[in-house]
């Protein structure tokens, strides 16, 4: 097998293991053997499990965030917020042991950033849209990066959820998280207030 079929080879059982396992239930002994190769191999290709681990956290992070950005084609803000939505979703159903790795801690992943940051980096994506539709409502488009991060976030968690529920159907998740995203915009206040006695 040439060098980067070995690698490729290397990098599918690698994240199988990793998602049914986690990072420190896999061990490079088990990667060497489901790929038919010595443990040498592993680190000559990788450096070792942490190598390995941090490469496919990388491209399931890219993978994401492609889908995500690439999805965002609409006009309107409602069906970019869909859109936004339906691209976690696909990637879930579609990429699944991808997701279950990324939603995973581990101390492999700090050098290559982690599920926090891929979430900061699609809300970034989307708080660019959302001040434009703050600034032409009256509201303070500073104010987007906030939002932006709230409704992607809302849109993981649930995602997360829903990777082992898969009830309901992909289509009425996305519609529920719109619904509560979008309605909740939509009566938005300019200076909201808190109505309990904690001020600070």
Not at 9 to 24: D, T
Not at 167 to 181: D, G, M, S, T
Request: hydrophobic share 45%.
């Amino acid at each position: 097998m040439a060098g980067a079929e070995r690698r490729h080879q290397l990098l599918e059982v690698g994240r199988a293991l990793f998602a049914k396992k986690g990072f420190e239930g896999t061990s490079v002994e088990e990667i060497a053997a489901l790929a038919g190769v010595s443990k040498p191999v592993v680190y000559e290709h990788f450096g070792g499990k942490e190598g390995l681990y941090a490469v496919v956290v990388d491209r399931e992070m890219r993978r994401l965030l492609d889908m995500v950005t690439s999805s965002l084609t609409a006009s309107h803000p409602r069906e970019l917020c869909e859109q936004v939505a339906f691209a976690f979703l696909d990637y879930i159903e579609e990429h699944t042991d991808g997701f279950r790795i990324l939603v995973r801690d581990s101390p492999a992943v700090q050098s290559t950033g982690s599920f926090a940051s891929l979430i900061s980096d699609i809300a970034t994506q989307v708080e660019d849209i959302l001040g434009h539709e703050f600034k032409s409502r009256g509201f303070d488009p500073r104010l987007a990066p906030l939002y932006a991060r709230a409704l992607v976030g809302m849109v993981a968690l649930t995602g997360e959820w829903w990777l082992d529920a898969r009830n309901p159907k992909k289509a009425e998740v996305a519609a529920h998280l719109v619904n509560l995203a979008w309605h909740g915009l939509d009566g938005l206040q300019q200076n909201p207030r808190l109505i309990g006695h904690r001020k600070q």
